[in-house]
């Protein structure tokens, strides 16, 4: 195979910049809030509108593509040896409501133009390369991150997911029919060594890069999510009319609560420890009327295990103390507390060789991605770009042309790495 030189030389002229910013803004037109900003959940029309645009341009590559029973989609560059498991990039089109619009986008659109600059290069990889899209990295419709990779990892099985209702009551079942999907969910799970590695481009949603002058961020680990909704049950009433004493209002030991988060975090926690509460739901939700319930949606994560744990830990027995003094009514459902995840040294080893005349640096990722559970099938490995600020999840989230440019450079490169 042509020397690391040669390929570098090639791939870098065979990566189109400019059309792929065209596709990473048309895309971000799909969407249920105005631009910049981006709304794209699991099966609604801004969603399925996004993933026939990636099907029509793997399409016009020549590239050939199947979906799974959740609508998990592989596009298939062919190797020159089938019998060798393939190397798989990917990463997730969805989006939080009013986020930005890179999130997920720049390892999906990044994964295509990653492979169409491999075919027009004429390089032939021996395992054949698959750009997967995973279906609902976001937890927004059904409550629980990774959807698409977490059934393939195996990590939720079948059973479980025919048990999701989302917010309206629609069960995933219903949805992902209506979305087209009929396929037994039984056949999304991957076996061990379906893929030989798996290597996710995505922005740093961090500052670390661009405080650094940095260009590439190769992941070592992805720290452990957990995130769990808290109801809770008081007595509603008259707001003029029911004095102080004896009050059981909901709203104010969930605000007790929502500031236990703050507080465990801070003091069971270190400085890799993060907790919110990121919802926050009351009714009847009247100003002159007493709160009878709350909800709480709240996410805590930390790049050590056990850590993270005794922070929820500490949590749950707040939570009893403030309700039992508040004489509150209260039941929390853990939604997912996952492991973190360590890249593979094989995989790291690959993107170093690509990155050894590369300015870049080594770090955690504190946001989760598919690659949390393609790490329980294969080996796994994260590159970061840099993006504005390290803004995520917001409609100022930006990454730089150039900069996703070299990612894509640096992904093909590790996954032709990987292939041979
Ligand atoms: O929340 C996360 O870490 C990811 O962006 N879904
Ligand atoms: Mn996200
Ligand atoms: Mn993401």
């Known amino acids: 195979m042509e020397n690391s030189l040669t390929i570098h030389h090639t791939i870098h002229h065979n990566i189109h910049s400019e059309r792929l910013w065209a596709e990473l803004e048309h895309l971000a037109h799909f969407s249920d809030s105005p631009y ?4 794209r959940v699991l099966w609604t029309p801004t969603d399925m509108q996004a993933r026939v645009y990636l099907k029509s341009l793997a399409q016009g590559a020549g590239l050939a ?5 959740l609508g998990n989609t592989f596009i298939r560059l062919e190797g020159t040896d089938p019998t060798l498991s393939a190397v798989a990039t990917g990463s997730h089109n969805d989006a939080i409501p009013h986020s930005g619009r890179f999130d997920g986008t720049v390892g999906v659109m990044g994964g295509l133009e990653a492979l169409r600059a491999i075919l027009r290069s004429g390089i032939q990889p021996r395992r054949s390369l698959e750009l997967i899209l995973f279906t609902a990295e976001e937890p927004t419709r059904f409550g629980v991150g990774c959807l698409g ?17 989302d917010a309206d009551g629609v069960s995933l079942e219903q949805a992902r029919q209506n979305a087209g999907y009929d396929a037994p969910l039984e ?26 002058g940095l260009p590439i961020g190769l992941v070592t680990a992805i720290a452990a999510p957990a995130s769990l909704m808290i109801t809770l049950e008081g007595e509603g009433g008259h707001a003029g009319a029911r004095l102080m004493p004896g ?8 605000a007790e609560i929502a500031l236990a988060v703050e507080q465990a975090t801070l003091e069971q926690g270190g400085s890799d420890t993060v907790g919110t509460t990121g919802i926050l739901k009351i009714h009847p939700n009247a100003i002159n ?11 805590i994560r930390d790049t050590d295990l056990e850590r993270r744990d005794r922070v929820l830990n500490a949590l ?19 939604l997912n507390s996952d492991p973190p995840a360590r890249s593979s040294e094989c995989v790291l080893d690959a993107a170093r060789k690509v990155l050894q005349d590369i300015p870049h640096t080594e770090m955690v ?25 390290g803004y995520s999840h917001r409609p100022d989230e930006y990454a730089k042309p150039q900069d996703i440019a070299l990612g894509v450079q640096v992904l093909a490169q590790t996954l032709l790495e990987l292939a041979q």
């Open 365 to 389: 990722s504190r946001a989760y991605h598919d690659s949390l559970f393609m790490a329980r099938v294969c080996d796994i490995a994260m590159l970061f770009i840099p993006c504005y600020k």
């Open 36 to 39: 910049p900003s981006v709304t």
């Open 247 to 254: 009050r059981r209002d909901a709203l104010l030991a969930a």
């Open 316 to 334: 749950l027995e707040a939570t009893q103390t403030i309700c039992q003094r508040r004489n509150i009514g209260f039941n929390i459902h853990m």
């Open 65 to 69: 593509w199947r979906e799974d029973a």
């Open 149 to 165: 990779s977490r059934a393939m990892s195996g990590a939720l099985s079948a059973a479980q997911m025919r048990e999701f209702k």
């Open 187 to 212: 056949g999304v799970q991957i076996p061990q060594g379906h893929y030989h590695a798996f290597v996710e481009l995505h922005i740093e949603q961090m500052p670390s890069l661009e405080e650094l």
């Open 289 to 299: 009327s007493i709160p009878s319930q709350a909800e709480l949606g709240i996410d």
